[in-house]
């Protein structure tokens, strides 16, 4: 429950504190894991006053909205976490450089994905729904538009000259966000608005994915990105930029494109030449569909169990 507290900061932070000391000094958990700032911090002040034995974080993107304060007291505490989990190598690198911790301390286990979602034809009509037609090539771009890192502006400033090359182009941009009016006003001061359509929050991302030509990224920093595995779960091409753990994904002109952040005419570039090119779109759907095979869920969880059971000394 939320602390009754004034909403501001320490007093929040305090008594959020004084409530989970209280919480783990009654429980004793075995393993404490901690995801985010404040979170990581909590964890950190128990595990210094022995309210928790074992601790472990996890570390789901490069920082970009960490600053010096931050990572001063990352830094300083870095003895305290007996495992840093990192979603990709690029954001352990990353974690080692920053916060000074040990190699052998921070560990990489990338995201992973449910792989058995049915196929199950439930995109019938949608391109009517968004007011396309069936003829019309689909590039899409699934984000939370409201994190200026994922450079919605750069994929919008993008579409008129994708669709000057591929008149038949449409593009759709899916994700939540409370600054949906000023992506709209953005869209309509680049030009592309005519050819756009912007849903908003959806449930039904996997819909959307069955429509697209092509899958677009367009972030100037990034962690695993979940967008580009649910593309390849779909089997649509990606066009991303290098950052991150993008190159980690993408496997640039196997499985899709690979191109600088900001880089207006590298990314036009690329989408445009996949999209006149069916063949070479085939056949990077097929190598994604293979290789999304080594990020299961399951998978996944099992080097998380591992890790447990190493921290807690249980052989099997």
């Not at 949906?180 to 994915?209: H, N, Q, S």
């Not at 950052?243 to 600088?260: F, M, R, S």
């Amino acid at each position: 429950p939320t602390p009754s507290a004034p909403p501001v900061y320490p007093l929040r932070q305090i008594a959020r504190y004084r409530q989970l000391s209280r919480l783990f000094s009654a429980s004793t958990p075995d393993i404490l894991h901690t995801y985010f700032f404040w979170s990581i911090l909590y964890g950190r002040m128990l595990k210094a006053r022995g309210v928790v034995r074992r601790l472990v974080e996890n570390r789901e993107d490069l920082g970009f909205n960490w600053g010096p304060h931050e990572y001063a007291l990352l830094a300083a505490t870095r003895h305290l976490p007996d495992r840093v989990i990192c979603v990709c190598e690029a954001v352990r690198q990353v974690v080692i450089e920053r916060e000074g911790l040990s190699p052998t301390v921070a560990v990489t286990i990338r995201n992973g994905l449910n792989l058995d979602t049915a196929d199950d034809g439930t995109e019938a009509g949608l391109k009517e729904e968004l007011g396309f037609d069936s003829g019309h090539r689909i590039v899409g771009m699934v984000a939370n538009y409201e994190r200026p890192v994922k450079g919605v502006s750069h994929f919008l400033a993008a579409i008129p000259d994708i669709v000057s090359a591929v008149p038949e182009t449409r593009f759709v941009l899916v994700g939540g966000g409370r600054t949906l009016d000023k992506v709209e006003r953005e869209a309509k001061r680049l030009g592309a608005a005519p050819f756009l359509m912007i849903t908003g929050f959806r449930t039904d991302v996997d819909r959307f994915y069955r429509i697209m030509n092509l899958s677009v990224l367009t972030s100037l920093s990034e962690g695993l990105s979940l967008t580009i595995l649910e593309s390849m779960r779909h089997g649509v091409p990606v066009v991303a930029t290098q950052v991150g753990g993008n190159p980690e994904l993408v496997q640039d002109g196997v499985t899709g494109y690979l191109v600088p952040p900001r880089d207006r005419a590298a990314f036009v570039d690329r989408c445009v030449r996949l999209l006149k090119d069916n063949a070479a779109r085939s056949a990077m759907s097929a190598m994604a569909k293979r290789k999304i095979r080594s990020f299961a869920i399951d998978k996944v969880a099992c080097r998380y169990g591992e890790l447990y059971r190493d921290l807690l000394g249980i052989v099997d």
